[in-house]
């Protein structure tokens, strides 16, 4: 199944990634180890002048693994016509037991990336690059994932074969399977309701309130983790039911196909970028006391939890609005 | 912000004015990779639109067609074949289909003769004697309607037909080869009894219910073949990604050639663009600011270079039918339709596409673009 012109690009942006990743590391290791700022040797003028080719490459690196995610299930939904039984991306990647894992480490990768990306930028905001340590060590700590999505990609597109019987989403996501995934299913929509708009709404809150008064950086950060989390489970429990105007059919998947406009789209694309903002104020809060940075993480940090809310109070309205617009009722008041 | 767009603003205007001081080598780059998008763009736009026609010729397919086997090969089947079965639950409809190939020596080439049942086709009834034939049939044998055409059956028998009409251009990706006949000639020319038939096609509303029907009629008849609908589609699908993704590695090749070249032109810096390097660092210039520029040279480049190279694909394989490629990827036969793809852009593609020329490109820039950054101004004034 390799010679899918998708997976071919998706194989050789992720193995180009961790190419040039691995090919930093060593130059990372010396950054790490050497970095003076008030030296004025020779070294120290060389690591100065790598630090923009790293920070160059790392960027495009981290900036190919956020579109390689996009391609990564945009591919698995196209493909879904090729597997017996398969209907939408979730049949492609239950095609063998890596799909779903290759999924959660691209995802799991996406928003480090994004992390990594927006220390670099406030680094490159200081005069004195106070973070390149920080950064780097990061990269490594990166690294071992990057290289593990690589390697569950591999395997997961050198296993699939085009004969197999896998199931599709009525049976991964009905409320009876015993699975992580079937619990989220099973939440009555009641509750699941009250579990989306309460951490929604708590995040939208808690981030427009930092965007104020700069207060609870780490809060917006976990608020975020959860209501990524808590939007998920909503998706799973109601929003889907409502957009396929079916009870039982709990797909997360299938919003993305052409049947349904595309509207999966326009949930996820806010979603992402708003929980990965989100992580960013907490990530960023740290180094608010290094001098250099005194202006540029609250202003920077502000400007994310903006992003942040606004990113999910768009998340919120579509999700509402698909609710309001649908023709099934789940709850009768 | 404003600042800031301001100066991308400032940033493009000079990147473009430096990129029209030096034409031709920039032009240079820009063929070649408008030539790589080109090439990759008329391979993916070209396979995509067949599989787009596979699929709309397969919509109207019946559901399931059930083939008798005899000795493993393919025979001819009763209607009350099916009969053993009693009523399947969720078959709407079935139908026997009468189907058959004869070779014609004046134009060496196979017809496909079909007997269709009277609604399945816009011609009503086709009378005794007459015939209705495809495009390809009517070009080869140079036939309008009221001519009259022989056939020498496999019998050795002759039979002579009426053409009474050509069946229309829009269909000829499936009707090329097409002979349409009635019940009566059929079974004569071919010298099948009644109440035989080629195949059993039956149709199934419920998609979900077609896998219970198949495993039901093989279950209770060993000797049939079932032939899915969805099961062509996924053929159809496979073999179409599979012959595109084996053009993409071949021209991986040039892929990489390019990504060669783009390095070295990226790295081969005149002495004149150092100097401007040097310049600008020394009037105050970061290193950033530099590699900023950098970066919206080759944005332009390689955004330009993929809208022609798109633009070129479109035009090549929608208006010129695909020439360069069409015997790789479309397959062969003497009585080949032809046809016009039906333009269909996908987004999906285009990021697919993205990924093989944009992505190798700036790769390959990264680092001579950092090296040219890093240039010490008064290294180049001095030298």
Redesign the interface.
Known sequence: MLFQPAIIALLLASAVSVLMLLAATPYAWQLVRRWDIASGSELQLVLERRTYLMSTLLSFVFATQLVALLLFVFNADKMAVMFVGAMCAVGTLNANAYGFPALISQIAVFFMAAVWLVLNHVDSRAYDYPLVRVKYRLLMGILPFVVLAFALQLIYFLNLKADVITSCCGSLFSSDAQTLVADASALPPQQGLWLFYTALLTVIAVAVQHARKLRAAYVVAAASAAAFVAALTGILSFVSLYVYEHPHHHCPFCLLKPEYDYQGYWLYLPLFVATAAGLGVGAIQPFARVPSLAAVVPQMSRRLAWIAALGFAFFTAVATYMVADSNLILLKD | MKIWIERQKALIDFTLSSLARRKLKNLGLLLVYTVIVFLLASV?LYTHALRHEAAQVLKNSPEVIVQRMVAGRHDLIPLGYLEKLGRIRGVQNKEGRLWGYFYDNVVSANYTLMAPSPESHGFGRIADGKIVIGAAVARERGLVPGNLISFRSYTGKLFVFTVAAVLPHEAELVSADLLLLSETDFRAFFDIPAGYYNDIALSVANPQEVRNIASKISETLPDARIILREEV??TY??IF??R???V??LLSGSILAFAIFAWEKASGLSAEEKREIGILKAIGWE??DV?KMKFWEGALVSLTAFLLGYVAAYFHVFHFSAALFEPVLKGWSVLYPRFELVPVVDG??I??LF??TV?PY??AT??P??RA??TDPDAVMRG
Do not use: C
Request: glycine share 6%; hydrophobic share 65%.
């Open positions: 993916m589609l996924r699908e496979s990604n599979w595109e993704g084996i993409l590695v290193t950033g590699l999906f593609q990021a697919t990924f093989f992505f700036t790769v990264i680092v673009i950092w950054a890093i």
